[in-house]
């Protein structure tokens, strides 16, 4: 139905060459680079054969993609507690990550509404031939290329910063429904249905933000930001001088390869366990997690 | 898509082809070699949009397994498996040829392969094509015809298709392959390709993943191109080139054109010799051997002399008319020409033709008044351009004794359309496959159409409400044997419990596969089993809850069942399907793909135990 609603007799029309011309417009792009590190890296069995593995750091995943008319960039965080029912936690967030993907690559979503693309691509889900079951926790930027604005969509604790000139301009908040347990989609089996925490994708946290050239978006989800603070990462991001995707990708590592250093030292006062004092919880030092940063950086298009 | 995207995904198929492409490269005579090497450059590009197709597995506007997955570059090659990101068809196999709901076929049948599938795909430049290379990455080889259009400048007036190859339906290895069957020469330009498939031989779905079309700009060889302004125009053509429009095309009036003073005066001198010759066969007996005759030599014959064209003629073998293996000659001087022997037909099928305003509404309207009053089968199956609200209201009011009409895929038809063929009140067949008929006009065509026997609302996503339905079909629908509401998201079980009860008792096949509602809470699937007996046909496709208690209510109640999908179960175990197989003696297909209890060493066991039945299994590789 749709082609023909596209096409219908103008097919001939389109056919004799009449091509529609695109407007040159000076817009702002995105150099991306994404890095991750799982937290038993090596130890974890490959237990799903049947999931996509691209993008997956143990079980988070990210995406990267573009269309004409924006950049976007997801992470997506699966909750590790479904390894007790014999369900691989990636499973449900590399779908999720590769069918947002997906969609912004075929352009069918408005830049405006990155809530969108989270709704759809859960739906989505429930289209494929293998039952995906699991929950995650999923954080959307979208960068519309026109207005030069940043659109973004965050559920769970995963997050989104946007650093200007050394300092933080402009970040996502957090959503949890209590400590340690943020807000998620989730897809359970048939006898957990009702027992299973799930969150409605419009329930997620957006937000618009005027960006500006030179301007750097760090996408990434909780394992950077329960063991960095704002500060470090910072002070990492300063190093970069260039926006060359080899310097972004260098610095994506390294913020990843220092978050996850933090995660295991037992004696750093991290984000995560000021967090935990805060809700009357007595821990220290790092949180061992997946860690998957998307660093990106706004550049003028020519 | 960019020209860097271009040379890093030849680059990687290069490397992963260098094997083969070594292999060809050193069987290939030198000759050809130096011809690639002189030849223009080729420009390669992947399909830019997806215009038409006849049937996808997935759902208008998804992501999965939808025919709109064929744009852009390859995403699974070189894996193998059954991925939902290719372009999947509706169907495979000879299952729903067996099905209760199986149309019934026409008498004469087409000599070529008929196809059941085909797909129109848009590039962004122009070509001359030299080479088409179909991704195929699940149950490969169901290929059998490439069309190419013709653009003629001036707007609106009609698109010439080409084969530029037709062969017959391969037996392909199990592996992912790229597909480039040797393309015939094309003399003009063209952006829009028709790939047509048959996957009858299939024993699984076909997944397609991409399409690449090769070829130059510029003309291959100028010296041997004749001037795109001398193009003879098809209509004029004489002979019977499979790729011009055919003698079918051309008047009744004028018919057994071929009948010159030379010929008719050697066959008077034969017939002076007293030599007895095919024509002075009793008129039955030239009838009968017609009748086996296809279309195309049906007309081919009539030109041969008066007598045979006189029989090839006769109003008796145009009784049943199904021209969709001919769809790209089908215009509408063609089926004027047609129209003079057509006045006894019955049973006609325009499925697929004359897409892009090739055959015109007018053209169709005034074919069927000429010769629709005793049609009782109809089927017009992606014939987007002419079935609109307008012509369906003539279709019902030319053919009154309508017993089954197909409008698969015609996306123009609105309200008004639906309205109209609830005033077919004598239909028993109904196939609104991919359409937009909504909640008010299906309830309106069930309660008017009471002797409704097969019923498809296959993805017809607009109905909204299909609980609404499924009490009009419960009050109205005695007969009705097969229902099809694949796809239907707001079907859920108070609909089937409804259904169940009045239609139970009749139902020989039943569809509700991917309701997302649908489900075994209640014990709506066990109740469906009690009240249905008859069942020879169900699909249960991923409806994730049924359980072991829903199949042995199946083994217990459906002894007939042939064919059963419970595809994405999650609750199943194999000690159920055992029962299933042990008590439903006449089961031939069984799909438990992706069913997560169900592993590969018991499908394997009861495949030995069990040959009679084919037991599908579905897999990915990485």
Same mark, same amino acid.
């Given at each position: 139905?749709?082609?023909?609603?596209?096409?219908?007799?103008?097919?001939?029309?389109?056919?004799?060459?009449?091509?529609?011309?695109?407007?040159?417009?000076?817009h702002f792009r995105l150099v991306s680079a994404a890095s991750g590190v799982a937290k038993d890296k090596g130890v974890k069995a490959t237990v799903a054969a049947l999931t996509v593995r691209r993008n997956v750091n143990g079980d988070d995943a990210h995406f990267i993609a573009s269309n004409?008319?924006s950049d976007v960039l997801g992470v997506a965080d699966g909750v590790g507690g479904w390894h007790n029912y014999g369900v691989d936690p990636s499973q449900f967030s590399s779908y999720l990550m590769s069918t947002c993907e997906r969609l912004v690559e075929?352009?069918?979503?408005?830049p405006?509404?990155p809530v969108?693309i989270i709704?759809?691509s859960y739906?989505?889900l429930?289209?494929?031939?293998?039952?995906i079951i699991g929950s995650s926790t999923v954080c959307i930027v979208v960068l519309d290329r026109?207005?030069h604005t940043i659109y973004t969509a965050n559920l769970g604790d995963s997050g989104c910063l946007v650093v200007r000139e050394g300092k933080v301009v402009h970040r996502s908040e957090d959503q949890q429904h209590y400590f340690n347990t943020p807000f998620q989609l989730a897809l359970?089996?048939?006898?957990?249905?009702?027992?299973?925490l799930s969150d409605?994708p419009?329930s997620a946290e957006r937000s618009a933000f005027d960006v500006e050239e030179g301007d750097l978006i760090i996408v990434a989800t909780d394992g950077l930001f329960d063991n960095m603070s704002d500060d470090l990462i910072c002070e990492e991001l300063s190093k970069l001088t260039d926006r060359r995707l080899e310097s972004m990708q260098r610095t994506a590592r390294s913020l990843v390869e220092i978050a996850h250093e933090l995660s295991r030292d037992p004696d750093y006062v991290s984000p995560f366990s000021l967090h935990a004092r805060a809700n009357g919880i007595n821990l220290t030092g790092g949180k061992p997690d997946d860690i998957t940063v998307v660093l990106a950086s706004v550049t003028l298009n020519d | 898509?960019?020209?860097e995207e271009?040379?890093a995904?030849?680059?990687v198929?290069?490397?992963?082809?260098?094997?083969?492409?070594?292999?060809?490269?050193?069987?290939?005579?030198?000759?050809?070699?130096?011809?690639?090497?002189?030849?223009?450059?080729?420009?390669?590009?992947?399909?830019?949009?997806?215009?038409?197709?006849?049937?996808?597995?997935?759902?208008?506007?998804?992501? *999965?397994?939808?025919?709109?997955?064929?744009?852009?570059?390859?995403r @699974?090659?070189?894996?193998?498996?059954?991925?939902?990101?290719?372009?999947?068809?509706?169907?495979?196999?000879?299952?729903?040829?067996?099905?209760?709901?199986?149309?019934?076929?026409?008498?004469?049948?087409?000599?070529?392969?008929?196809?059941?599938?085909?797909?129109?795909?848009?590039?962004?430049?122009?070509?001359?094509?030299?080479?088409?290379?179909?991704?195929?990455?699940?149950?490969?080889?169901?290929?059998?015809?490439?069309?190419?259009?013709?653009?003629?400048?001036?707007?609106? $007036?009609?698109? /010439?298709?080409?084969?530029?190859?037709?062969?017959?339906?391969? *037996?392909?290895?199990?592996?992912?392959?790229?597909?480039?069957?040797?393309?015939?020469?094309?003399?003009?330009?063209?952006?829009?390709?028709?790939?047509?498939?048959?996957?009858?031989?299939?024993?699984?779905?076909?997944?397609?993943?991409?399409?690449?079309?090769?070829?130059?700009?510029?003309?291959?060889?100028?010296?041997?191109? %004749?001037?795109?302004?001398?193009?003879?125009?098809?209509?004029?053509?004489?002979?019977?080139?499979?790729?011009?429009?055919? *003698?079918?095309?051309?008047?009744?009036?004028?018919?057994?054109?071929?009948?010159? %003073?030379?010929?008719?005066?050697?066959?008077?001198?034969?017939?002076?010799?007293?030599?007895?010759?095919?024509?002075?066969?009793?008129?039955?007996?030239?009838?009968?051997?017609?009748?086996?005759?296809?279309?195309?030599?049906? *007309?081919?014959?009539?030109? +041969?002399?008066?007598?045979?064209?006189?029989?090839?003629?006769?109003?008796?073998?145009?009784?049943?008319?199904?021209?969709? %293996?001919?769809?790209?000659?089908?215009?509408?001087?063609?089926?004027?020409?047609?129209?003079?022997?057509?006045? !006894?037909?019955?049973?006609? $099928?325009?499925?697929?033709?004359?897409?892009?305003?090739?055959? +015109?509404?007018?053209?169709?309207?005034?074919?069927?008044?000429?010769?629709?009053?005793?049609? +009782?089968?109809? #089927?017009?199956? $992606?014939?987007?351009?002419?079935? +609109?609200?307008?012509?369906?209201?003539?279709?019902?009011?030319?053919?009154?004794?309508?017993?089954?009409?197909?409008?698969?895929?015609?996306?123009?038809?609105?309200?008004?359309?639906?309205?109209?063929?609830?005033?077919?009140?004598?239909?028993?067949?109904?196939?609104?496959?991919?359409?937009?008929?909504?909640? $008010?006009?299906?309830? !309106? @065509?069930?309660?008017?159409?009471?002797?409704?026997?097969?019923?498809?609302?296959?993805?017809?996503?607009?109905?909204?409400?299909?609980?609404?339905?499924?009490?009009?079909?419960?009050?109205?629908?005695?007969?009705?044997?097969?229902?099809?509401?694949?796809?239907?998201?707001?079907?859920?079980?108070?609909?089937?419990?409804?259904?169940?009860?009045?239609?139970?008792?009749?139902?020989?096949?039943?569809?509700?596969?991917?309701?997302?509602?649908?489900?075994?809470?209640?014990?709506?699937?066990?109740?469906?089993?009690?009240?249905?007996?008859?069942?020879?046909?169900?699909? !249960?496709?991923?409806?994730?809850?049924?359980?072991? /208690?829903?199949?042995?209510?199946?083994?217990?109640?459906?002894?007939?069942?042939?064919?059963?999908?419970?595809?994405?179960?999650?609750?199943?175990?194999?000690?159920?399907?055992?029962?299933?197989?042990?008590?439903?003696?006449?089961?031939?297909? !069984?799909?438990?793909?992706?069913?997560?209890?169900?592993?590969?060493?018991?499908?394997? #066991?009861?495949?030995?135990?069990?040959?009679?039945?084919?037991?599908?299994?579905?897999?990915?590789?990485i």
């Amino acid at each position: 139905m749709q082609s023909v609603v596209k096409y219908g007799r103008y097919i001939v029309r389109a056919l004799s060459g009449v091509a529609v011309a695109e407007v040159p417009v000076k817009h702002f792009r995105l150099v991306s680079a994404a890095s991750g590190v799982a937290k038993d890296k090596g130890v974890k069995a490959t237990v799903a054969a049947l999931t996509v593995r691209r993008n997956v750091n143990g079980d988070d995943a990210h995406f990267i993609a573009s269309n004409r008319v924006s950049d976007v960039l997801g992470v997506a965080d699966g909750v590790g507690g479904w390894h007790n029912y014999g369900v691989d936690p990636s499973q449900f967030s590399s779908y999720l990550m590769s069918t947002c993907e997906r969609l912004v690559e075929q352009g069918t979503f408005s830049p405006q509404f990155p809530v969108e693309i989270i709704a759809t691509s859960y739906q989505e889900l429930l289209e494929n031939k293998v039952p995906i079951i699991g929950s995650s926790t999923v954080c959307i930027v979208v960068l519309d290329r026109r207005n030069h604005t940043i659109y973004t969509a965050n559920l769970g604790d995963s997050g989104c910063l946007v650093v200007r000139e050394g300092k933080v301009v402009h970040r996502s908040e957090d959503q949890q429904h209590y400590f340690n347990t943020p807000f998620q989609l989730a897809l359970a089996p048939p006898d957990q249905d009702g027992l299973v925490l799930s969150d409605s994708p419009h329930s997620a946290e957006r937000s618009a933000f005027d960006v500006e050239e030179g301007d750097l978006i760090i996408v990434a989800t909780d394992g950077l930001f329960d063991n960095m603070s704002d500060d470090l990462i910072c002070e990492e991001l300063s190093k970069l001088t260039d926006r060359r995707l080899e310097s972004m990708q260098r610095t994506a590592r390294s913020l990843v390869e220092i978050a996850h250093e933090l995660s295991r030292d037992p004696d750093y006062v991290s984000p995560f366990s000021l967090h935990a004092r805060a809700n009357g919880i007595n821990l220290t030092g790092g949180k061992p997690d997946d860690i998957t940063v998307v660093l990106a950086s706004v550049t003028l298009n020519d | 898509m960019s020209d860097e995207e271009h040379h890093a995904s030849s680059f990687v198929l290069f490397l992963l082809n260098l094997k083969r492409t070594l292999g060809q490269l050193v069987s290939s005579k030198p000759r050809e070699r130096d011809e690639a090497v002189k030849q223009h450059p080729v420009v390669e590009q992947y399909a830019a949009d997806v215009v038409d197709f006849s049937s996808q597995y997935g759902r208008d506007y998804g992501l *999965c397994y939808t025919a709109e997955n064929l744009k852009g570059p390859h995403r @699974i090659y070189p894996r193998y498996g059954d991925f939902a990101e290719a372009f999947v068809t509706r169907t495979y196999g000879i299952w729903w040829d067996l099905a209760p709901s199986a149309c019934e076929p026409f008498q004469r049948v087409a000599t070529r392969n008929t196809s059941s599938d085909f797909i129109d795909i848009l590039f962004k430049k122009m070509v001359f094509p030299n080479k088409l290379e179909i991704y195929e990455t699940f149950n490969p080889g169901s290929t059998v015809r490439i069309l190419a259009a013709q653009v003629n400048h001036e707007e609106d $007036s009609a698109l /010439r298709w080409k084969v530029l190859w037709e062969g017959m339906p391969q *037996c392909a290895p199990a592996v992912p392959r790229v597909y480039s069957p040797q393309l015939d020469r094309c003399d003009f330009v063209t952006s829009l390709i028709r790939i047509e498939f048959s996957h009858r031989h299939l024993s699984y779905y076909t997944s397609l993943d991409a399409v690449r079309l090769l070829g130059s700009a510029e003309t291959p060889d100028p010296h041997e191109m %004749p001037d795109p302004h001398e193009t003879p125009d098809p209509h004029e053509t004489d002979g019977l080139d499979r790729d011009n429009n055919s *003698c079918a095309v051309r008047g009744g009036g004028g018919g057994g054109g071929g009948d010159g %003073p030379a010929r008719r005066s050697a066959y008077e001198t034969r017939r002076g010799d007293d030599c007895r010759s095919l024509v002075d066969m009793p008129e039955e007996v030239i009838q009968y051997i017609i009748s086996f005759f296809d279309i195309l030599d049906l *007309c081919r014959v009539a030109q +041969t002399c008066r007598t045979l064209c006189k029989h090839c003629y006769d109003a008796q073998q145009f009784t049943e008319l199904d021209l969709q %293996p001919y769809w790209h000659m089908i215009t509408d001087a063609a089926l004027a020409g047609l129209a003079g022997r057509c006045h !006894l037909m019955r049973r006609l $099928s325009l499925s697929w033709c004359g897409p892009y305003h090739n055959l +015109t509404e007018a053209g169709f309207v005034r074919f069927l008044q000429s010769c629709g009053g005793n049609l +009782t089968c109809l #089927r017009l199956a $992606s014939c987007t351009e002419y079935v +609109t609200n307008s012509s369906l209201k003539i279709i019902v009011d030319v053919c009154p004794g309508l017993t089954e009409l197909d409008v698969r895929c015609c996306g123009r038809l609105g309200d008004e359309g639906f309205a109209e063929i609830a005033r077919a009140s004598r239909l028993q067949r109904l196939n609104l496959y991919r359409t937009a008929v909504r909640t $008010s006009e299906a309830a !309106l @065509i069930v309660r008017n159409c009471v002797h409704l026997e097969m019923l498809n609302f296959d993805s017809c996503s607009q109905i909204a409400n299909f609980h609404e339905v499924a009490v009009a079909i419960a009050e109205n629908l005695r007969e009705l044997k097969c229902l099809n509401v694949c796809r239907v998201k707001s079907v859920g079980n108070n609909s089937l419990v409804v259904i169940a009860q009045t239609c139970g008792a009749a139902l020989l096949e039943l569809d509700v596969g991917w309701c997302v509602e649908v489900s075994s809470r209640d014990g709506c699937l066990v109740n469906l089993a009690r009240r249905c007996p008859r069942l020879r046909a169900l699909y !249960l496709t991923s409806i994730r809850t049924i359980n072991d /208690r829903d199949l042995q209510a199946f083994a217990a109640h459906c002894r007939d069942l042939e064919q059963l999908d419970i595809l994405g179960s999650m609750g199943v175990t194999p000690i159920a399907v055992a029962g299933v197989l042990l008590e439903c003696t006449q089961l031939k297909l !069984l799909d438990v793909s992706y069913c997560t209890c169900i592993e590969f060493i018991d499908v394997h #066991r009861w495949r030995q135990m069990y040959p009679e039945v084919t037991i599908q299994k579905s897999f990915k590789n990485i």
